[in-house]
């Protein structure tokens, strides 16, 4: 009741602090990492592994295979760091054009950590020191069907690997089993998606056939393990501009991560246990 009182009584004085980029670590901390603990801890029963990959202070690029529908995966990412990491880090996540044109959902995304997904906003974080996220398969990642699930997608043109060279900040490849049964998309309704500006509009086993209860998550048990960095401060910071080291770490990346989900998928028991 105490910390409540406190946090009220920061929100009411405004004593705290919004970055420039909208984040607001108090809102963060005190409201929806409550609300997202239980989610990570009871629902989805995460194992993470490998969080001494992920430095304790200065930038780095975290990178991370995307699935489930819903971009949950982003959200128990950054679960997993700040509450598990012994440094406690916030984990900025880069985050696609749509979140930040959806009225509700765009100021609430900058405030916990949400920017937009361009090379300017990612060198600027990393610059500074922070711990970034990207989800490179974008939309067709997390909007893959079920069929497909624990393929990565194309990792775009490498934009992540250009901004890592020239804040010559080390890449962590991050790898994510679990996410992909959460919501299994089955089908897809283009038609109605381009209508209502949507990427995809997803069928799933219980959307919408069970109306606003499709919207709950299947309870798959996950595993998210944090790989060994990729250092990239031995090279010139020109060498983002060159288009051949650009792809061969942008592929090195991507093979990494999906070597390691053929691993983790033949380590786990069951989906849901």
Known sequence: MAGVLAFLRRRITGDYVIDEHGFDPDLTEHVIAPLLRPVYRDYFRIETRGLENVPD????????????????????????????HPAHRNLRMLAADLVFAVPFLAPLARKIGNTL??????ERLLTAGHLVGVWPEGFKGVGKPFSERYTLQRFGRGGFVSAALRTGVPI????????????????????????????YL???????WLGLLGLIPLPSKWIIEFGEPVPTDSYPAEAA??????FELTDRIRETIQHTLYSLLMQRRSVFF
């Not at 780095?60 to 760091?81: E, K």
């Not at 790898?175 to 959460?182: D, F, N, R, S």
Request: hydrophobic share 50%; glycine share 8%; aromatic share 2%.
């Open 117 to 122: 997904a361009c090379q300017a906003d990612a």
């Open 202 to 208: 997803p069928i799933t086993p219980t959307f919408p």
């Open 241 to 246: 501009d060159d288009p051949m080291l650009v």
């Open 57 to 84: 202070v200065g930038g780095a690029l975290v990178v991370a295979n995307h699935s489930g529908t819903l971009p949950m995966d982003a959200l128990m990412m950054a679960m997993a760091i700040l509450d598990h």
């Open 172 to 199: 962590i490849p991050c790898t994510v089993v679990g996410a992909e049964e959460i919501y299994p998309m089955i089908g897809n309704v283009k038609s109605l998606a381009r209508l209502l500006g949507l990427p």
